[in-house]
């Protein structure tokens, strides 16, 4: 039972740490340089992404422990792990490209590789454990939502 609580912890602060680094690319330009650049009629306020992002980050956590933890075969949990791995570095690096470097353009292609990682991650959830699978796609929607809003603003800032 401690072993599985240890896990639940530590799949729940992953993932929060992952939204921490981002954040730290983030804190460098939120208040300056994305004030500047042309956005959308549907941006949302920025007070909207620190809520979702904890929220989905949650769900992204609970969905690892349940594979984790579940009584898969190795070899099909090992390799869900190893995508779901993949697709949070490919999250990370999104802040680091489109708020670090200012460039919406390579965090475009940085979150189109996101969304086909986080769709193969699910693709391999779902035989370990479908909760798991299912926790991930409001997460998908969410990503999904921001490629259509990253692509936007590249093309009005071009």
Not at 54 to 75: E, R
């Given at each position: 039972?401690?072993?599985?609580?240890?896990?639940?912890?530590?799949?729940?602060?992953?993932?929060q740490l992952a939204g921490v680094i981002g954040g730290l690319?983030?804190?460098?330009?939120?208040?300056?340089?994305?004030?500047?650049?042309?956005?959308?009629?549907?941006?949302?306020?920025?007070?909207?992404?620190?809520?979702?992002?904890?929220?989905?980050?949650?769900?992204?956590?609970?969905?690892?422990?349940?594979?984790?933890?579940?009584?898969?075969?190795?070899?099909?949990?090992?390799?869900?792990?190893?995508?779901?791995?993949?697709?949070?570095?490919?999250?990370?690096?999104?802040?680091?490209?489109?708020?670090?470097?200012?460039?919406?353009?390579?965090?475009?292609?940085?979150?189109?590789?996101?969304?086909?990682?986080?769709?193969?991650?699910?693709?391999?959830?779902?035989?370990?454990n479908r909760t798991a699978g299912y926790l991930m796609l409001p997460y998908l929607l969410w990503v999904?939502?921001?490629?259509?809003?990253?692509?936007?603003?590249?093309?009005?800032?071009?």
């Amino acid at each position: 039972m401690q072993g599985n609580m240890n896990k639940l912890i530590f799949s729940l602060a992953l993932c929060q740490l992952a939204g921490v680094i981002g954040g730290l690319f983030n804190a460098a330009s939120i208040h300056s340089w994305y004030l500047t650049i042309n956005k959308p009629s549907f941006n949302p306020p920025n007070w909207i992404f620190g809520p979702v992002w904890i929220t989905l980050y949650l769900l992204m956590g609970i969905a690892l422990f349940l594979v984790w933890t579940s009584n898969s075969p190795g070899k099909a949990k090992q390799t869900a792990m190893i995508f779901f791995f993949i697709q949070l570095a490919v999250n990370m690096a999104w802040s680091f490209f489109f708020f670090y470097l200012k460039s919406p353009s390579l965090a475009l292609i940085d979150i189109i590789v996101l969304l086909i990682f986080i769709l193969l991650t699910i693709w391999k959830f779902f035989p370990v454990n479908r909760t798991a699978g299912y926790l991930m796609l409001p997460y998908l929607l969410w990503v999904g939502f921001a490629a259509i809003l990253n692509y936007s603003i590249w093309t009005l800032n071009r």
